[in-house]
């Protein structure tokens, strides 16, 4: 039995879509022997003992190329826990930058995680847990919280507790003017968000529904600039379930 869960797939805009192919690197030279026929021109057993065996470039999947979710993710996966979404952040060189799982797994959520999410906003009701790879190897935990005042915020930290950064729901209204003026033109505000690191540093992430239909992300520092912009795509990813 596979569990089939919703996917997203974050893609960077400037990198993934228009990445510049790799250079052709041609191939050594070589005799095989006679080439085999093309497919379906008669490509019998005779013919196939005397040509070497090829493997064909698509016959090399993710598999063969020794592609394996982390440990700490696919053990996530595999628990009778419930989980709501994945998401995959690709970069510009189409390499998998984060992996987050969001799920209702309390148990396997460090306490000193739980302890800085409750210091940051005093009060709150957890709603969710969301466990992020990052490309570097870490590990991270958000804690998803609804504060006494009614709104909707993460807290992320190391498995430690260390704070990394708190992301709360604004309203467009809300929005800095020179941030509005950034994202003005680009599609509806489906969702905006207020990220503040440990170190004070924040910006606005703002999700937006765009005039072709798709679903587009800009992240825009408090003066307006346009720190990164990306496209989301959706998915279904299936993993095994408990027997």
């Known amino acids: 039995m596979r569990r089939r869960l919703p996917f997203l797939a974050v893609c960077l805009v400037a990198g ?17 022997g006679p080439t085999p026929p093309a497919v ?16 064909a470039p698509s016959a090399v999947g993710l598999a063969g190329a020794g592609v394996r979710l982390p440990v700490e993710i696919a053990a996530l996966l595999a628990k009778d826990v419930p989980i709501d979404k ?16 969001y799920h ?11 302890a800085t999410a409750g210091k ?4 709150a009701r957890t709603v969710a847990f969301e466990l992020e790879w990052l490309a570097t190897g870490a590990l991270v935990h958000e804690v998803e919280v609804k504060t006494a005042d009614g709104r909707k915020c993460e807290v992320s930290s190391a498995p430690d507790g260390a704070a990394r950064y708190t992301e ?29 690191t440990a170190d004070g540093a924040e910006t606005y992430e703002i999700e937006l529904d765009g005039r072709d239909g798709t679903v587009g992300i800009v992240v825009v520092d408090p003066a ?20």
Do not use: Y
Request: glycine residues 8%.
């Open 16 to 32: 993934c879509l228009h990445a510049p192919p790799a250079p052709a690197v041609p191939p050594p030279a070589r005799d095989d």
């Open 40 to 55: 379906g021109e008669g490509f019998d057993e005779a013919t196939a003992k005397t040509v070497p065996d090829r493997a």
């Open 120 to 123: 940051a906003f005093p009060g």
């Open 168 to 196: 709360c729901e604004i309203g467009a209204r809300e929005l800095p003017a020179p941030v509005r003026k950034a994202v003005r033109g680009l599609g509806k505000v489906v969702e905006a968000e207020h990220k503040k």
């Open 104 to 114: 209702q797994d309390a148990a396997s959520v460090p306490e000193a995680v739980r």
């Open 86 to 101: 994945i998401e995959f952040e690709i970069g510009p060189d189409g390499a998998v930058e984060e992996i987050a799982v």
């Open 224 to 243: 307006g600039n346009v720190v990164q912009r990306r496209r989301r795509f959706t998915a279904e990813v299936s993993a095994p379930a408990p027997i």
